[in-house]
């Protein structure tokens, strides 16, 4: 009788024996992204959405026929497989990105040669089957799911996701010893000394006296901050026709993460745009009661610019002088759609869309 009461107490959001679950498969998750790589686990996680998405708005253009197959079909693959365990980022690429800080350190990263950025920043990496790699994974796994679960069961006023990615950075970084800034005494904003060519001595990461960049851009050909506002308000636009045409919050951020299966493969310039379309899509249908098209895109390029921006800031405080990834598009995402929940609650938007509301 007790046991059965257990049962039954809410854990997260969901049962006890369902939270289990999801904790075995949040370790699976994250180990299987840190044997692919952050990166390649990110791309696959774009075309899931793509999938899912496109289940979601062809049941929509059918009607009630497919209606309750179709739905069922589409919302697992978005939220189950794309956003959940398997290969949502809070899992999969945030693991992914903890365990190459962890390799980078115990001999699983090839060595650097002078002048390449530290090999924990190399989230394209494939760590491969080594056990205790794949079990450092699994764990961030587990806490990018407990810190999703938790940020949404509060209703904290951002996107759950995004959040577990900046905050599982954090802790990678702590518990591997890693600087969280690392800046010195040069400015965090300062690039200068990318474009200059200057290094620095490496003091772990490498063999002794190699050298690092100064500085290194989370993005070498996307951090200029014309060009960065530039794509900015490119995607922005993109994404809120996406999201008018379909009425998908979610498409536009899943085709940016698959396309960046081109620049995994070596293709030079592939934009990052991930941060840039999908709170663009989300604010365009946030206005969308207040009528027209035009207010639509016109908002969403407006968000794309907040995205780009946002995303460049947090690269040069965060990545561009420390030693492990730090994501730039996830904490951009919790930026912009801090700003849709704020606009939502103090009523200039309608609607914060799916982004929760304390």
């Known amino acids: ?20 679950a999801l904790l075995l498969a949040a370790f699976a998750g994250g180990a299987f992204g840190a044997a692919l790589g952050a990166l390649p686990a990110f791309c696959f996680t774009g075309f899931m959405v793509i999938a899912g998405e496109a289940v979601n708005i062809l049941v929509a253009e059918l009607g009630s026929v497919l209606d309750i197959a179709g739905g069922e079909i589409g919302v697992g693959v ?19 990105a903890a365990a190459a800080a962890y390799a980078a350190k115990n001999d699983g990263m090839p060595e650097p040669a002078d002048g390449d950025y530290h090999p924990a920043k190399d989230i394209a990496y494939a760590l491969g089957t080594r056990p205790d790699i794949l079990a450092v994974g699994g764990l961030f796994g587990i806490l990018g799911l407990v810190i999703t679960r938790v940020s949404a ?22 518990a591997f010893g890693y600087p969280i800034v690392g800046a010195g005494d040069r400015s965090v904003l300062d690039m200068s000394p990318f474009e200059k060519g200057e290094e620095r001595v490496a003091t772990d990461g490498g063999t ?27 995607a922005g636009l993109l994404g809120g026709w996406i999201a008018i045409v379909t009425g998908s919050a979610f498409l536009g951020f899943g085709i940016s993460a698959a396309s960046l299966t081109f620049l ?29 098209e035009p207010i639509q895109i016109i908002t969403a390029g407006v968000f794309g610019l907040i995205g780009a921006l946002a995303g460049e800031t947090i690269q040069r405080i965060f990545y561009a002088h420390s030693d492990t990834h730090f994501d730039p598009p996830a904490a951009a995402i919790v930026v912009s759609t801090f700003i849709i929940a704020v606009l939502a609650l103090v009523g200039v938007f309608p609607t914060s869309v799916w982004i929760p509301l304390p």
């Open 264 to 292: 995994n493969l070596g293709v030079e310039k592939i934009p990052v745009t991930h941060h840039m379309t999908l709170p663009a899509s989300t604010a365009a249908l946030a206005v969308a009661p207040l009528g027209g």
């Open 78 to 96: 978005t939220g189950s497989i794309a956003f959940g365990p398997v290969f949502g980022p809070h899992v999969s690429f945030a693991a992914g």
């Open 1 to 20: 009788m007790v046991a059965d009461l257990l049962l039954q107490i809410p854990l997260f959001g969901v049962e006890v024996p369902r939270f289990i």
């Open 208 to 234: 002794a006296g190699a050298t690092r960049l100064a500085v290194e851009p989370w993005l070498p050909h996307q951090y200029k901050w014309s060009n960065v506002a530039m794509i900015g308000i490119v």
């Open 153 to 174: 069961g509060i209703g904290a006023p951002w996107d759950p996701i995004a959040i577990a990615v900046v905050l599982s950075a954090v802790a990678h970084r702590l």
